[in-house]
Every structure is written in structure tokens, then in C-alpha cells.
């Protein structure tokens, strides 16, 4: 594509509309831009899962964006009590809030996961590693919130944090994460 239109401004936009708006500013518009869609979702590689996110982006689409009243089951999925996670640090868990993000971090600083917070040669802003790297500005961290996390895909379970998960959008951005729906544990 690039190549192809060297001589143009490419803009590429992941699922507008449908996953958490930016914290700051606006969701860009692409009102007066040519637009080619790609609906293919090469993430999702699960029937049931996939049934489970087009039901969400119905609703969005819909308007109807808002979690009312969740009981201890989202979706076919129990909700479990966030203490009975059998976590490994290959896992994800991602959440609402910065809070509910460090809660994780303390309760499992014994185990090395760190995520890197600048580029350089060998590493990138955000990815996650597992040895604290000498020379590259990284923390402990052991979950995430929803929105930094957003682009990633998880290959092995994915935890979602339920407390405070208030949109649907957050919903859908957390669930589309993972791969099958059989990843995700849902915890409160």
C-alpha cells in the first residue's frame, strides 16, 4: 500500500467506533477521507467468541452502550472472585482503572513482568517482558488497563477485571483481545 501511494498520507484507523474512544481529545473523524474497510477479524478465531463480539458491536451500533446491572455471569462467562485467579505471567489481566491495575502489580510483585516505556533498538514502547532490562526505562507491571492494552492479543488467558466496567465498548475491547473465547476469565 505504501508503495503503491507513495505519494499519499495513509491513515490507518483500528475498529472506530466499536473500541474505547482516546483518553484526551476525540475519536478521529473520517468523514471527507477516502475509506477502504477491512472487516475481517484476523484476531478473533473462535465461532463463540465471534458470535459474542458481533452481538456487542450490534448493540453499539444500536446506541446501547452502557452495562446495566451485570450479575455474576456476562455472556455465558461465571464472574469469579479476583483472589481465585490461578495467574501465570504469560497471562494478561487488564482493567477500568489505573488502580485496579496496580492492585495486580503489588499482589504479584514477586514475579518479574515488566513493560518497557521507551523505544530503543531491541525493544519498544509498551512491549511486555519478562526480565527487568538494564539500560531501557521499564517497571514492574502485572496488569493493564484496558485501554493501554488495546492492539495486543492474548495467547494465553486473558483476565478482565469486571470492577468498574461500565461501557460496552470496554467490554468489547477487553473480550476482543483474546483469541477463544475459552481464554477469558472474568473476575471481580
Do not use: W
Request: aromatic residues 12%; charged residues 30%; glycine residues 6%.
Amino acid at each position: 500500500i505504501l508503495e503503491r501511494f507513495d505519494y499519499h498520507k495513509i491513515i490507518f484507523c483500528g475498529d472506530l467506533g466499536f473500541q474505547l474512544p482516546p483518553v484526551s481529545g476525540y475519536e478521529f473523524d473520517v468523514e471527507d477521507f477516502p475509506v477502504i474497510e477491512h472487516k475481517t477479524n484476523r484476531r478473533c478465531k473462535c465461532p463463540k467468541l465471534k458470535k459474542r463480539l458481533d452481538f456487542m458491536r450490534e448493540k453499539i451500533k444500536e446506541g446501547k452502550d452502557f452495562l446495566f446491572g451485570m450479575s455474576n455471569n456476562v455472556f455465558g462467562i461465571d464472574i469469579i472472585k479476583k483472589g481465585d485467579i490461578d495467574y501465570d505471567i504469560k497471562d494478561l489481566i487488564i482493567c477500568p482503572t489505573h488502580k485496579t491495575k496496580d492492585y495486580y502489580t503489588e499482589k504479584y510483585n514477586h514475579l518479574e513482568k515488566y513493560i518497557v516505556l521507551e523505544n530503543c533498538l531491541d525493544y519498544s514502547n509498551g512491549d511486555i517482558v519478562y526480565e527487568k532490562i538494564k539500560g531501557v526505562k521499564n517497571e514492574l507491571r502485572h496488569a493493564f488497563t484496558i485501554h493501554s492494552i488495546q492492539g495486543e492479543t492474548a495467547k494465553d488467558k486473558l483476565y478482565s477485571d469486571m470492577f468498574k466496567m461500565r461501557s460496552l465498548k470496554m467490554l468489547y475491547t477487553a473480550f476482543s483481545r483474546a483469541e477463544y473465547l475459552h481464554q477469558i476469565v472474568l473476575m471481580r
